[in-house]
């Protein structure tokens, strides 16, 4: 097989194609053994008719026919692989000699994601939180701990929010009792809109022996009709937490003293925030980019993008055992609306794609065979499959350009992100010290994928996926 690619415009190429008569007959060859177990001819079984009798019946051209469909697709993947083209959409082939008989020739005219220009990538400025310990958030965590060792106490004032009420209740529909809605004794914590909003509103205020009487809106959005309520307040108790010890923090903590919990506590949501730092830098340095694309991006694109994230979403929901109708109707969100939503981050997706490509291309950045033997080495390693076996099936794939394609992207990001302004709300100016995680393990990188939320897909994940 030979192969020559001819640039055209409109952002496509042509690859013109020639195969030897000799190297098409094997597929004509192939046709006819898949024709002769799919017909009947008298005096044999299905497929094992010889060839001279198939073809005496159906004719020769119906083979060479079948051999052009079956086989067209391989020849033309092998050119698309040989010069490495980067293709978007399916290709418009159009077979130029060789239907009757002889060698074959055709042209394939296929789309290419296009090549790109992100002026200003250099000077990129982005502002985040700073990362660092909250001392009102420390403060609520431990208060958090000291409430599972809370208890009650009566109280002789009126209830308010956060009070547990000891009450009767008593909700009729029409002056019928409603199942859930009528209990004697019943525990009830106030605000908590555990039963309708209208009992929080009247138990707040309210003192021991009132008898609270008052209309309430059916829950059931479908019942039109008014709830009646009757509410006997028997007991006003407020939460009573432990006293912040030394002895409290040896009880409920693997720490003997107050301070060293704390320190523990702050260690680990320095930890947490300096995480979500990170991600927070690598998406706004993807919003960033995505806005220096100006270009009209090609559909195709935009589609297969949308396709990707929609098909990760259905897998991910499937897992959990709810399916993507299930979950528009649990969040509550129109279809309309989530098409558009998803072509947005889709939209947004394939610009960091091209502004990582042209990020990479301007500053000569690559992928070399170390940075692949890595990459595999790792995908090998998670897959628990030999590194040569992957590297194989990555080669009979055509994948191993699409790998090399990726690692340059992320090492564009990484390029990226040692180089953007880093700004606090207040325009104050992070040092990258102050993102850095305590024992942060060197293996850990930032996959493309996580500047737009799977914008373009991670090479680990398309690995392990591959030949599944």
């Given at each position: ?5 001819e640039p055209l415009e409109g952002n496509k190429v ?19 053994r898949k024709i002769s177990r799919e017909i009947n ?273 259905a897998m991910r929901i499937q897992a959990q055992g ?147």
């Amino acid at each position: 097989m030979r192969s020559t690619v001819e640039p055209l415009e409109g952002n496509k190429v042509k690859l013109s194609v020639e195969v030897d008569a000799e190297e098409f007959e094997k597929a004509v060859d192939d046709a006819f053994r898949k024709i002769s177990r799919e017909i009947n001819i008298k005096g044999f079984r299905r497929g094992k008719a010889p060839r001279r009798v198939v073809e005496s019946h159906i004719g020769s051209l119906a083979g060479r026919e079948q051999a052009l469909q079956d086989s067209l697709p391989e020849y033309y993947s092998a050119a698309v692989i040989e010069h490495d083209v980067d293709v978007i959409a399916p290709p418009e082939i159009d077979v130029t000699d060789g239907r009757e008989g002889g060698a074959i020739a055709f042209d394939a005219v296929v789309e290419v994601r296009p090549t790109i220009e992100v002026p200003g990538y250099g000077g990129i400025s982005v502002t985040i939180e700073r990362p660092g310990v909250d001392q009102e958030a420390l403060a609520a965590q431990i208060d958090r701990m000291r409430e599972l060792d809370s208890t009650l106490a009566d109280v002789e004032r009126p209830a308010a929010t956060g009070d547990t009420v000891t009450i009767d209740v008593a909700g009729t529909l029409d002056g019928e009792a409603q199942p859930g809605l009528t209990a004697d004794d019943y525990s009830y914590t106030v605000g908590s809109g555990a039963i309708t909003p209208e009992v929080d509103e009247q138990l707040i205020g309210a003192k021991v022996g009132d008898i609270l009487e008052f209309p309430a809106t059916h829950p059931d959005p479908d019942e039109s009709r008014e709830l009646q309520f009757r509410v006997l307040v028997k007991a006003v108790k407020e939460k009573v937490l432990p006293e912040l010890t030394d002895e409290w923090a040896g009880e409920a903590s693997e720490f003997e003293t107050v301070d060293e919990l704390r320190a523990s506590l702050a260690e680990r949501m320095t930890r947490a925030r300096k995480a979500q730092a990170q991600m927070a830098l690598r998406e706004k340095v993807g919003e960033a980019l995505a806005d220096l694309v100006t270009i009209e991006l090609p559909e195709p694109m935009i589609a297969q993008e949308m396709q990707d994230r929609l098909q990760d979403l259905a897998m991910r929901i499937q897992a959990q055992g709810i399916r993507l109708e299930q979950y528009l109707a649990m969040s509550g969100t129109d279809p309309e609306q989530f098409s558009e939503e998803l072509r947005q981050t889709a939209t947004s997706g394939v610009k960091v794609d091209l502004a990582l490509r042209a990020v990479a291309d301007a500053e000569g950045i690559e992928c070399t065979d170390e940075d692949l033997d890595e990459e595999l080495e790792g995908v090998a390693t998670r897959v628990e499959q030999p590194v040569e076996e992957v590297r194989e099936r990555f080669e009979r794939a055509g994948q191993i350009s699409a790998v090399r394609s990726d690692l340059r992207k992320r090492k564009a990001l990484e390029w990226l992100l040692e180089r953007a302004e880093v700004l606090d709300p207040d325009g104050v100016a992070i040092d990258r010290s102050e993102l850095e995680l305590p024992d942060e393990d060197d293996g850990d990188h930032a996959d493309v994928d996580d500047v737009d939320d799977g914008a373009t897909g991670a090479v680990a994940e398309d690995s392990e996926g591959e030949g599944s």
